[in-house]
């Protein structure tokens, strides 16, 4: 390159840079505004509904007896939160059922994953069990968690088992989906180095199928704490579950939607929890707004 036009090049690419950088920033208020009207929309879409279920309650339009309202549900909320439960104090059957879904949806996971894998991966166990998991699949795993408080008992054995059989499933089906969908120029090119079927399998299958697993992950706690919940609901001594089979059992709809409401505060610290760790190891990917 000759001295006179190294100077213009290096003209043209400094008087781009702040160019570039102004369309960064406006993506990025872009961005802002759109997530601050998207939350400013969700919270008067929340108070729309609540303010006009509270009214056609007053009103009779619907039956508040059945039905409940929202300061009810409310006031139900806070007299657990500051007097406790008929079964102890709420944090209490919090924990309870928290502790059921989480061992569940690990034994879960963990089941999920192992058999995604390895039938995705060895082609003879993907054609002799997969007749028996699909009938597995297709049975209404809530039926059985009758079955469960009667081998295991009213324990929190039986809640776990139950968590365990609507977790395992939806993890299963990614794994081996994510094992299958592996780029296979990848495994050979592996392979070609010397890899090992157990270290293609680790370094290349298994990080491959992450993010198909992650998706799984965000459905199946969801299914972890109905499988809690449900068997809880049918036999308990506490949890959750129990305190809305009591709600139930008194006409105390207030309670059974207040049982609801923590539920759902639950599971969406949860959601928000994975979602912070699957941004953490999948910080390479570009968000939608960098996109």
Avoid at 64 to 75: A, G, L, R, T, V
Avoid at 94 to 121: D, K, N, S
Avoid at 183 to 204: C, E, M, Y
Avoid at 253 to 280: C, H, K, S
């Amino acid at each position: 390159m000759s001295p006179d036009v190294m100077p213009e090049t290096v003209v043209a690419a400094t008087a781009t840079e702040p160019a570039k950088q102004g369309r960064a920033h406006t993506r990025a208020r872009a961005a802002r505004r759109r997530r601050m009207i998207v939350a400013a929309a969700r919270a008067v879409l929340l108070v729309a509904v609540l303010g006009l279920w509270e009214v056609f309650a007053r009103a009779k339009i619907i039956d508040p007896f059945n039905f409940s309202m929202p300061s009810k549900i409310w006031d139900q909320v806070y007299t657990w939160v500051t007097h406790g439960t008929a079964l102890g104090s709420l944090g209490e059957q919090v924990w309870y059922t928290l502790q059921e879904a989480l061992l569940g949806w690990v034994i879960g996971v963990v089941a999920g994953v192992v058999f995604g894998i390895a039938l995705g991966r060895i082609a003879f166990l993907a054609d002799v069990l997969g007749p028996y998991i699909k009938v597995l699949n297709s049975i209404p795993r809530i039926v059985l968690a009758p079955i469960f408080v009667i081998w295991f008992g009213l324990g929190p054995a039986s809640k776990v088992a139950s968590a365990v059989v609507l977790v395992f499933f939806p993890v299963f089906f990614n794994a081996f989906q994510g094992a299958r969908e592996v780029d296979r120029n990848l495994v050979a090119n592996a392979r070609i180095l010397g890899a090992s079927d157990r270290r293609v399998t680790l370094q290349v299958v298994i990080p491959s199928a992450t993010s198909w697993i992650f998706t799984s992950l965000h459905v199946s706690f969801g299914f972890a704490l109905i499988g809690a919940i449900v068997g809880e609901y049918i036999g308990a001594t506490k949890g959750i579950g129990l305190l809305v089979a009591q709600s139930q059992g008194t006409f105390n709809a207030a309670g059974v939607y207040a049982a609801m409401v923590i539920l759902a505060v639950v599971a969406l610290l949860a959601e928000g929890l994975l979602t912070f760790a699957e941004r953490r190891i999948f910080r390479w990917k570009p968000s939608d707004s960098e996109s």
